[in-house]
């Protein structure tokens, strides 16, 4: 009878549990891996679900703008620009039945603390103006908007910008318009 040395057992089970561990090593680092690049997926997603948000906000923009602009209503102002503001324009389209579109350009960046207010003046002797927002200006100076006219608005005679203090504007100004304008069909 022939006897097998008692050390190949052994050294065969060790063999098997390093290859064992090897292989439970090289799992771990393929799941890690794994980890990683859905990591990098969901990141993506979530940009991919920000910029669909983004570009529905400017979809939906887009439709308020030529709803208002197609409405029969439709009053046009053009604002100019005055005191530190002359070089600034804009242009405000409103329907009583549709909302408004305002846009603006070459407006001076304000000092932190400070925004501009949009307010419409309606007809009438003595009518108090009305707030329509409050805005900051991009770098370049430009801002654009969609909305609806504030309650109680149904018609226009001026529309107008102030610097107000921020962050939430003024119920009434008393600060020079820097841009204005006068309603027209």
């Known amino acids: 009878m022939s006897r097998r040395p008692g050390w190949l057992p052994l050294a065969a089970s060790l063999a098997v549990a390093a290859w064992l561990g090897i292989y439970a090593a090289s799992l771990r680092s393929q799941l890690g891996e794994a980890n990683r690049t859905l990591g990098q997926y969901a990141n993506r997603v ?23 602009l197609r409405a029969p209503d439709i009053i046009k102002v053009t604002l100019s620009g ?3 503001a002359t070089a600034a324009t804009g242009r405000v389209y409103i329907s009583a039945t549709r909302g408004m579109v305002f846009e603006a350009e070459q407006m001076p960046v304000l000092p932190a603390g400070k ?4 307010w419409i003046i309606p ?3 003595g009518t108090l103006p009305v707030s329509a927002g409050i805005f900051s200006v991009a770098a370049n100076g430009t801002f654009s908007m969609t909305g609806q006219l504030p309650a109680g ?6 529309v107008a910008v102030t610097v ?3 962050p939430n504007g003024v119920v009434q100004s008393k ?9 027209s069909r």
């Not at 979530?46 to 208002?68: C, M």
């Not at 925004?115 to 949009?118: A, R, W």
């Not at 608005?153 to 001026?158: D, E, G, P």
């Open 115 to 118: 925004v501009y207010q949009l």
């Open 164 to 166: 107000e203090d921020g």
């Open 153 to 158: 608005v149904a018609s226009t005679k001026v």
């Open 82 to 84: 005055r005191g530190a």
């Open 46 to 68: 979530d940009g991919l679900r920000d910029q669909l948000a983004s570009e529905r906000l400017s979809a939906a923009r887009l439709v308020n703008t030529v709803n208002v």
């Open 175 to 183: 600060n020079a318009a820097v841009l204005v304008g006068e309603a």
């Open 123 to 125: 007809p009438g002797q």
